[in-house]
């Protein structure tokens, strides 16, 4: 295999045990034995679990942007386009093998001292903030986007956790509900 190729091998393999069973759950030599490549193999595309976490972080992260992008320039333009991130939220729940935010659940793992996994997730989620006043500035004719942003924000955030806890949507469509009241 070429080099590109098997390090995207190794980040998918990854990115599937961390997400399925968490960052200190899967270690390495399961990674190994699932990508089915030797250990050499591994460290010579990442010097470390944590370098190989980063590249699953954004991995994911890659992902879930591209997707809720597309999803949401598929709703009407305006209010509705907004109150699509939870729309795309609970599609996102309704997939086989949903288990929360990885980022969520990566960060519990860590000990407080890990800045270089955690500075990661503190990006992914301020970009993610970014692209909430985004949709909300191209969508809502308001003078308190970055507000409103924040404020749907942590709804999205605690319906993915509660969702995640209680295995059951309402807290999608709760946050949902009280979004489209604060528009």
Known sequence: MKHGIVKQHI????THLFYLNGYNLTGINEIIKEAN??????????KSKEELCV?????KNNFFIEEINEFILTKEKGPSRVLAV???LKQFYSQKGFNGCWCI??????PKDNDFIKSEIKQQKTDFLKLIKTIIQQ???TDNAEILA????????GA???SHLHNASWPIDTAKSISEKII
């Open 55 to 59: 590249a699953y972080l954004q991995h």
């Open 37 to 46: 490549v030797a250990k050499a193999t591994l460290y010579n595309h990442f």
């Open 105 to 110: 659940r990566t960060v519990a793992e860590l």
């Open 150 to 157: 924040k404020q749907i924000y942590l709804l999205y955030e």
């Open 139 to 141: 969508n809502i004719k």
């Open 11 to 14: 980040i998918e393999t990854a």
């Open 86 to 88: 939870f729309d795309f």
């Open 160 to 162: 993915v956790s509660e």
